[in-house]
């Protein structure tokens, strides 16, 4: 009888063992490394300053005074510096009359530069890429853009590509997402993220204030990611994914109609930001740090938000270094990073790579938090174990984040390699602002000399 027990108990620990065996190895192949990552850095010769910002704002036949003073002053007081990139056709001065050649023409420059590089650096050639994902918001071509690649790079004809657009600045994570739920499924297996947004032909030429702004923020750029969930990799990767939580207010027409692609009552296309935009991405915002603060907090700090949020007066501010050290922030503009930096309860520093971002960058769109990386990269800060929550916003309305872990000390320096020891500068205020200061008067006096032709 004693044998019998022993052989009933010994088979059911071996069942147990095994359980646990196959656990083990369903999650180790559901792991989401993140090996390499390239941003584009367009050529000289498609920078843009402020003055030439300007020149562009006078060739608009739509705009009067009032306007070119509020356009203006957007720019000077955007916190985007003089070495931002725009798309050959505006400084062709073809804004007002793109075609779709220009708008592929500008992914190609960023997909053939950024990928190459992807690949000679990670030593992955692109046959052994199993799954590709491309975002661009505003630019969908037929063949879609995930085709054009596969075509140049030659990849297998099994490969699982996706083409997402309409997703906005949030789209990166979207990609991630969807590469980190191909996973559970796939093992062993290579993916790329390709992030990036089309400006050429989306240019909007009237004179519809919420409409204009974009002219102003966005700036070209876009960025290129190797993943994988092979465990061998584990020792040749940057980040580790740790959690990914998404959150959409569409259901609510409030959060839905605040920025979207639309014509104004000319008819000319544009991208409309409304006033309500601040309230909705705060409100997306609370909503996705309650979710993520409660996967990546111990659970000492959320113990004490609880308690003294119910116990006092005024409600308490969630310490988030006591689960993050690294912030990466969308760089929308200075009014989006001073919000989240309150919100957050954030340090200066904690910012600094967001705001070095927007004045080096400007907006990129969704690939903006890739720059936001590589710049707390190329300065050193990553080091092993440390974690990293990168935050987007999106239209529709979306608010997504992650968090990655740091798997071994970091210092590439990226695109930033050339410029990171100029960073910080010692002053980040426009250098036109002397030349455009009556932009900041109550009533509008024109220089001598400035010619709106």
């Given amino acids: 009888m004693e044998l019998l027990i022993f052989a009933v108990c010994t088979i ?22 993140l090996v390499h990552y390239e941003c584009h850095k367009p050529s000289d010769d498609r920078k843009i300053d402020t003055e030439f910002c300007g020149s562009i704002i006078a060739r608009n036949k739509n705009l009067g005074h009032e ?20 798309p050959r056709n505006i400084i062709e001065r073809r804004e007002n009359s793109p075609t779709l050649q220009d708008g592929i023409l500008e992914m190609e420059e960023l997909f053939i530069e950024t990928l190459d590089r992807l690949f000679r650096k990670t030593g992955v050639s692109p046959q052994e890429i199993d799954v590709l994902v491309v975002n661009v918001a505003l630019l969908s071509s037929t063949p879609s853009l995930t085709s054009r690649i596969i075509n140049h790079y030659k990849m297998r004809g099994d490969i699982k590509s996706f083409n997402l657009t ?5 789209a990166s994570l979207i990609s991630i997402n969807l590469v980190q739920n191909i996973f559970k499924s796939k093992k062993n297996a290579f993916a790329v993220v390709v992030s990036s ?19 102003c923020l966005f700036r070209s750029g876009g960025c290129s990611i190797l993943l994988t969930n092979n465990s061998d990799f584990k020792n040749r990767a940057k980040l580790r994914l740790k959690c ?13 109609n605040c920025c979207m692609q639309t014509e104004d009552n000319q008819g000319r296309l544009g991208f409309y930001l409304g006033k309500n935009l601040p309230k909705t991405a705060t409100r997306a915002f609370n909503k996705n740090v309650a979710e993520i603060a409660t996967k990546i907090l111990p659970f000492k700090e959320l113990v004490r938000y609880i308690v003294l949020k119910y116990a006092g007066k005024k409600v308490p501010i969630l310490d988030l270094k ?51 990386l590589g710049y707390m990269e190329a300065k050193k800060r990553l080091k092993k174990g440390d974690k990293v929550w990168m935050i987007t916003f999106g239209s529709g309305f979306k608010c997504n984040s992650c968090v990655w872990e740091v798997l071994k000390d970091l210092e590439d320096g990226n695109v930033w390699g050339d410029d990171i020891d100029r960073y910080p500068p010692k002053t980040t205020a426009n ?19 400035l010619v709106f032709d």
């Fill in 12 to 33: 059911c620990l071996l069942y147990c063992l095994n359980q646990f065996y196959k656990v083990y190895l369903q999650k180790r192949g559901q792991s989401c490394y």
């Fill in 67 to 86: 306007d070119y003073k509020f356009l203006l002053r957007v720019i000077v007081n955007s916190g985007i510096g003089e070495q931002t990139y725009g």
């Fill in 166 to 170: 309409g997703m906005g600045c949030s």
């Fill in 197 to 215: 947004e089309s400006i050429a032909p989306n240019w909007y030429s009237g004179n519809d204030k919420s409409m204009i702004l974009t002219n």
């Fill in 244 to 256: 990914l939580v998404r959150t959409h207010l569409g259901s609510s027409d409030e959060a839905h």
């Fill in 322 to 372: 006591a689960g993050v050290e690294h912030f990466c922030l969308h760089p929308g503009g200075t009014a989006v990073i001073e919000e989240v930096r309150k919100n957050l309860g954030l340090g200066e520093y904690d910012v600094e790579p967001s705001r070095m971002t927007l004045h080096r960058f400007g907006n990129t769109s969704s690939s903006s938090l890739w720059y936001v």
């Fill in 431 to 449: 250098p036109y602002l002397e030349k455009y200061g009556w932009i900041n008067q109550d009533t509008l006096e024109v220089p001598e000399g």
